[in-house]
């Protein structure tokens, strides 16, 4: 008899822990399911490949024409903008001050 109890207890904890498994499976496949159905397909949601693809297409044809100046471009108009700075500081009269005001 006394042999038997420890094994009729360990085959409790063992039936026991069996169960409790299989309410956290019973759980998950449940959320799971659930998971599921909220993000059905929805045709109206959908939109073909080949749209798509048309999307993509524009939109990287549009980014491709932007014009962008040559580097030689952004150098000249540097250049131009010190230029500019240089005359303005010749053009100021000596002793005064030069504030310039906010654009509006």
């Given at each position: 008899?006394?042999?038997?109890?420890?094994?009729?207890?360990?085959?409790?904890?063992?039936?026991?822990?069996?169960?409790?498994?299989?309410?956290?499976?019973?759980?998950?496949?449940?959320?799971?399911?659930?998971?599921?159905?909220?993000?059905?397909?929805?045709?109206?949601?959908?939109?073909?490949?080949d749209?798509?693809?048309?999307?993509?297409?524009?939109?990287?044809?549009?980014?491709?024409?932007?014009r962008?100046?040559?580097?030689?471009?952004?150098?000249?108009?540097?250049?131009?903008?010190?230029l500019?700075?240089?005359?303005?500081?010749?053009?100021?009269?000596?002793?005064?001050?030069?504030?310039?005001?906010?654009?509006?």
């Amino acid at each position: 008899m006394n042999s038997q109890r420890p094994r009729a207890c360990a085959t409790q904890v063992f039936c026991a822990r069996v169960a409790w498994l299989r309410q956290i499976l019973a759980r998950s496949l449940a959320n799971q399911i659930k998971h599921h159905r909220r993000r059905a397909r929805d045709h109206l949601r959908q939109e073909s490949l080949d749209h798509l693809l048309e999307q993509s297409d524009l939109s990287l044809q549009s980014a491709l024409a932007t014009r962008v100046p040559s580097p030689s471009e952004a150098a000249s108009r540097r250049e131009q903008a010190v230029l500019l700075a240089d005359a303005v500081d010749r053009s100021r009269p000596r002793g005064r001050t030069w504030v310039p005001l906010p654009r509006v």
